[in-house]
């Protein structure tokens, strides 16, 4: 049971070897005479495309013998109708044998290096008779769904007598048409028999939509009895031999379809073959489509005479097999309509690069899509579409590599080229939900290096936070926060401004003075990025990121405008111009983040700014407060400013004169004191209290440290006196203590008087 399993696997799957990486065509036809042409694909290495090459026949024992090889050798049996040729540049040798005898049917092999290596592929050829030899016959050999038309003469006698078509069965000839009308139902409305006039000596049958099952001896007749004229004809209704598709895994092929311009105006699909015998839809112009190839399959009509493409991206394992293409209304598989054949082999000894083929990233977070490119594309255009699966698919571009942006993409979509490694890097931020789907990395050289990725947005939060919107002011510094989590501590961190050629790094301070620089604080797990002075050219998108080396990681973007003035400016300008200028420098540059991400002032100078402001504002009431007593003054009149500041200039005068008489007669009284007396005077009090008025012992001290404490000193000096001997300065203080009194009771007598007139004088005015 299990070998007729097994051999029911390989009729239905004949072009699939997973042993090797050779591939060819599983079954090859023809007939006596003709000719074949074998085509076999091989890896594409450069140890494949320089080694031996070749075709051996498989004898009873197992041996292949070599019939012929890339170096030369041709055995005996193919002298003169046998060559193989090889073509490193699509990765194929071609063997060709002419003059085929049923002789040749047997089993082959096409392979590379030695015979027994294992690097080869089996090929069975079958050579038949050529039915044409046989007797009054005519051979007609048309392709399936195709349209033949088939001559058939008679004798003139028979002009006027009844001509009929009928196919020939292991006991009658059974009719399909004949000039009645009669038309056979397995050929209803796909038949008909054509004669004009009686001088005609032939008549023609057309059948439409050939199918396999129309194959067979016919039979032209005209008349009946032994006169009637007949003519045996031989129809031949060829299934497509498959095409053999070569294709890498994970990379991409295309199945070109050329069905005729009869059914340009009929749905079109294409169809895998399955173990059953069915052809299951893949995809069609109606609208259908495999789940197992959405996002990486597109189906796009070429001209209007029926010819369309397909195109299958990041192929698997499993897509290998035999596929067809087809045309009609229903857009299936019906029997009749023409269709095209392939047999898909893949290579799992690939250079493809194994690539993530799905991606996920945050809401409001950022992607980062590897897409290799062939190593003979490093010049060629870059490009990243969006699979978009509405009727028969499409991918428009969304980045390419010479700075194509589409417009909803600004800011948020940069292509990263990075000449040599064979990879470029795609980074899309900012995702939304409405970011899920596949997108297509290509190019506009080799077509099979065509990768598919699948973008999963998910929920979470972003790793890298950056404020939503920034507003920086013409001439001034900005500076923008970038906070980054430990996971990414030992990451490059990076700021760049965004355009449609990519986001160019800004350089460090290290390398030198530029108006944009940036410094990162892994203390508080923050990278800045600050613009001083700003400039009308800094506006626009900034991203920040983390990279390893040449893989980059997640970025955030965060747009920079610029302002002619700020918002409020007028109101700082008045604190500042009070200010010391320190506050002034940490003004212009420190800013901060706040909670709904817009740039406000460092906290700590908003603090230092509030105390300026209400030192300011209580000199200005101390200001406001003399210019209302000014105003007062001005209001009375001339005479009363005059009668009040006169007479209050001549009472100073008078206290003048009479402290000046004090002191004169206190000096006389001091001098007539003796030494002795005077050395008794001075006391240890004396000594306490002048240390209290020596130099300072802190010559550091500013000015106005020193001026608060003489002035407590002054406060409590007058309070402070020292013992004296009442023997000796007993006399001479109560003199001199006599006179002063006596001058200060006239000073207060002479000053009462004064005010008394003073009181007096503005009554009467």
Known sequence: ?????????????????????????????????????????????????????????????????????SEGFISRDYAGRADLTNFPETNTFVVNIAQLTQDDTGTYKC??????????????????????VLDNTHVYTEDVGKTVSITCPFQKENAMNKKSFCKKTK?????????????????????????QGTAQTQFKVIINHLRPSDAGLYVCKAGDGPSASTKNIDLQVLEPEPEMVYGDLRSSVTFDCALGPEVANEAKFLCRMGKEGSCDVIINTLGKRNPAFDGRILLTPKESNGRFSVLITGLRKEDA??????????GLLQEGWPIQAWQLFINEETTMPQTPTVVKGVEGGSVSVLCPYGPKDSNSLKYWCRWDGTNNGRCPLLVESQGLVQDQYEGRLALYEQPGNGIYTVILNKLTSQDAGFYWCLTNGDSRWRTTIELKVVEGEPSLKVPKQVTAVLGESVKVFCHFPCKFYSYEKYWCKWSNRGCQPLPSQDEGPSDAFVQCDQNSRLISMTLNPVSKKDEGWYWCGVKQGQNYGDTAAVYVAVEETAQGSRDATQVNTNADSKVKVADSGARKLAPDNTVIQNPKLTAEETVLEERGDQAQEGRASVGAGS?????????????????????????????WVARVRHRKNVDRISLQSYKTDISMADFNNSRELSGNDNPGATSITLETVLEAKDELEPTTKGPVDPEETKKAKRSSKEEADMAYSTFLNQSNNIVAQLEDGPRKA
């Open 631 to 659: 105003s007062e003054g001005h209001g009375g009149s001339s005479q009363v400013l005059l009668s009040t500041l006169l007479p209050l200039g001549l009472l100073l005068s008078v206290g003048a004169i009479a402290v």
């Open 171 to 195: 006991q009658d000839c059974e009719i399909a048409v004949d000039s009645t009308g009669y038309i056979s139902p397995g050929y209803r409305d796909r038949i008909r028999l054509l004669y």
């Open 321 to 330: 097999g035999h596929y067809l293409c087809g045309a009609h209304s229903s």
């Open 111 to 132: 392979g590379l290096g030695t015979n027994s290596r294992g690097l080869s592929f089996d090929v069975s050829l079958e050579v038949s008779q050529d039915p044409g």
């Open 1 to 69: 049971m299990t070998f007729f399993v097994l051999a029911f696997l390989l009729v239905c799957f004949p072009g699939v070897s997973t042993k090797s990486p050779i591939f060819g065509p599983a079954e090859v036809s023809s007939v006596e005479g003709n000719s074949v042409s074998i085509k076999c694909y091989y890896p594409n290495t450069s140890v494949n495309r320089h080694t031996r090459k070749y075709w051996c026949r498989q004898g009873a024992s197992g041996q292949c013998m070599t019939l012929v090889s």
